[in-house]
């Protein structure tokens, strides 16, 4: 009988062991027979307890299990293979003369994969070996190919975090603080500072379309557009019209949100432009009350030329807040399908209002997972506070 592909390891040269437990003799030897012809490595065995200890020394690739033994039934040593995480993946076939179907459901709640009813045939046996082993191996493929990619993307997102600033800009008269997560190991949200003369800040906040690596790439891209500027940083409409020019083409068919502001300390005013991304949000102190900025924009960046970007400018006093943030933090939803919005983000501002940037920014995430529960985030999240004193 030629030998089976299954019997035969990756390497191509090691038979692949199985191990039979039956303590009917003629039982064992006829299934010896059959899988030893075929070219499997046969481990047969009368005794449970012996079959314990042999699988846990050394786990096969499958077993051959029959249910009626004397000191232990099969049930019972198949509980205590998937006990122990040296054999618990191993896939159990059950062999008995029984038909009952109370026993199969019996050795399936205990862990089996199959059963092979006496008296034997010989094509079933090899069929149900080669279908269980056949599933365990793209199992164990599926398995290692999962825990690369998560190794992958984990360090992905370790090099994402990097692009981030280290640390918060210093500036006169401005508290700031920052939030950001990913909905997987890496995402497309991004945010950064450049310091500008007069001590004046540059602050961009962006979104690339999509999640995990493809909108990484995207946001890495922006990041490094940003950092090769060579327009004026001080004009917002110059820097995103810098940012589309170059991301059209590059971007296709995805695309980037940004919002681009300059904070100017010594007027504490805020000049910014917007290319498809969410309203800044403004707390005015003097009248307690969070609200949208309306920014008029632009499409997003990557997609087409501009004609012109809109700039505008915003007077803030002490004690105001300016919120920059990324969709993902008002499209959060609940366990019940609930949206976050726009509303409990400006009440969240309203609520932290006698508190620092930091505090706020804290307390207002908290409310968020509060609000979210177990479900997890769809989508990346990057928040950024500013409160001026």
Not at 22 to 50: F, S, W
Not at 126 to 147: F, K, N, W, Y
Request: hydrophobic share 40%; with cysteine; proline share 6%.
């Amino acid at each position: 009988m030629p030998t089976n592909q299954n019997s035969i390891n990756a390497a191509g040269d090691i038979p692949v062991d199985i191990l039979i437990v039956d303590d009917e003799i003629p039982n064992l030897k006829l299934l010896t027979e059959y899988l030893g012809q075929a070219g499997y490595r046969v481990r047969p065995t009368e005794r449970p307890q012996q079959a314990i200890d042999s699988a846990l020394a050394k786990p096969p690739a499958l077993i051959l299990l029959d249910v009626r033994m004397p000191e232990m039934d099969g049930f019972e040593v198949c509980r205590h293979l998937k006990q122990d995480e040296r054999t618990r993946d191993i896939p159990i076939i059950f062999v008995s003369a029984l038909q009952d179907v109370q026993d199969k459901v019996r050795g399936f709640e205990a862990g089996g994969v199959d059963y092979i009813t006496k008296p034997f045939q010989e094509p079933e046996v090899l069929a149900r070996v080669d279908t269980h082993l056949t599933i365990h191996r793209l199992r164990r493929e599926v398995r290692t190919q999962r825990d690369q990619l998560e190794h992958e993307l984990e360090t992905v997102s370790k090099l994402q975090l990097r692009l981030l600033p280290k640390t918060l800009p210093e500036i006169a008269g401005l508290d700031l603080a920052t939030y950001y997560a990913t909905s997987r190991y890496a995402g497309g949200d991004y945010y950064d500072f450049r310091e500008l003369p007069d001590g004046r800040i540059g602050i961009l906040v962006a979104d690339a379309e999509g999640h995990s690596s493809p909108a990484t790439v995207l946001m890495a891209m922006t990041c490094a557009l940003f950092y090769s500027c060579d327009g004026d940083l001080g004009d917002p409409g110059q820097v995103l019209d810098y940012l589309n020019r170059h991301l059209c083409g590059l971007a296709e068919p995805s695309f980037v949100t940004a919002l681009y502001a300059v904070y100017d300390p010594r007027h504490q005013s805020l000049r910014a432009g917007r290319a498809g991304h969410c309203y800044p949000v403004i707390y005015a102190a003097a009248s307690g009350r969070a609200r949208e900025w309306n920014l008029p924009g632009v499409m997003p960046l990557g997609i087409d030329a501009f004609s012109a970007v809109p700039v505008v400018e915003i007077q803030l006093h002490p004690g105001d807040r300016c919120l920059l943030y990324t969709d993902g933090i008002t499209e959060r939803f609940s366990h019940k399908g609930e949206c976050y919005g726009v509303a409990r983000l400006m009440a969240g501002i309203e609520k932290t209002a006698g508190v620092d940037a930091r505090k706020a920014v804290d307390a207002m995430m908290r409310d968020l997972e509060v609000f979210a529960g177990a479900r997890a985030a769809d989508d990346d999240q990057a928040f950024i506070l500013g409160v001026v004193f």
